[in-house]
């Protein structure tokens, strides 16, 4: 059976990703995380607590288990704290990269590494996979960053870009919808902005999107998001709707009355025409695919 490692295995993405390659049976799968395993079933895959910023552990864990694949989702994702902590944003999103690109080059692994919109400016909308990039806060300038030394080194490689992800876990983690949906059921009152505009996207279809370029040996570089383009006020408004709340408890606001220590692109968004072809993404918008997470929340109950 081929072996996989996923780093960041405890994550949003990285839960999901082993759930799905679990059930496909046709792996044998290692996930990487610094903090326990918070995965209810243990079954299945290996896990293996490792910190990545050690470059020598790293790299013999990688020589030891000699995958063909690493999906690399392991990351600094809070925006705010990378801009506040750049040395220790760029030890984890760049130096680990540099680390997992010299032992796949040693051992000719093909990498799929996960990226974001936050690596544009948001100027303009719709990003194609070969627009120009130019990162408006340092986690944007850092996953640019990892991305040039992945594209540079000539390795197999899949970079995959996603936009603002939320779903299920089993360690309950924090999301914007579950954010929005816990804060009006607990009537509080959520301000939310107006003037930045994403396309949400649901993880399960972030991981499927993965798991065929996988699947298929495909490379190079793709987007993958769903295909509405929506702002952060009207998101919220669209949980309400999805979950029977009281959209009074939702107030609009300008970016420029938040004071965040990043800048936040005002307008990202994909063009999905290329994962539409090749990674076979299927076209579903924010609506649609809340429809799908309100069904798995309702089926834990
Ligand atoms: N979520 C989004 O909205 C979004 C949007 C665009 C792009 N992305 C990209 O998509 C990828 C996956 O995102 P996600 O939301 O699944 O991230 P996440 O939920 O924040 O998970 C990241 C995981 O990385 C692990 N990690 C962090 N530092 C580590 C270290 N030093 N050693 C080992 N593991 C470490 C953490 O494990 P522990 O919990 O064990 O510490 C954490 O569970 C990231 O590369 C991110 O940049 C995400």
Known sequence: MKRIIITGSNGLLGQKLIKLLVKKNTYNIYGIS???????????Y???????????????????????????????????????HKKECDIINVDAVRTLVESCKKNDIHLIHLSTDFIFDGKKGFYKEDDIPNPVNYYGLSKLRSERIIIDSNIKHTIIRTILVYGLTDDNKNNIVLWIKNSIENKQQINLVTDQLRMPTLVDDLAQACIYALKNNIEGTYNVSSDQLISIYEL????????????????????????QPAKRP?????????????????????????QVFKNQLESLD
């Open 266 to 290: 005002p307008i990202t968004g994909f063009d999905l025409t290329r994962s539409i072809n090749e990674l076979k993404l299927p076209s579903f918008s924010f609506s649609e695919r809340l």
């Open 34 to 44: 610094k903090d326990k395993n918070c995965l209810n079933d243990k079954r299945g």
């Open 46 to 84: 290996t896990f293996i607590n490792l910190d990545i910023t050690d470059p020598n552990a790293l790299s013999e864990l990688i020589e030891k288990i000699n995958p063909c694949f690493i999906i690399h989702t392991a990351a600094m994702t809070n925006v705010d704290t990378c801009e506040l």
């Open 236 to 259: 919220a408004v669209e949980v309400a709707k999805a979950f029977d709340l009281d959209k009074s408890f939702i107030n609009p606001i300008p970016t420029s009355s938040l004071d």
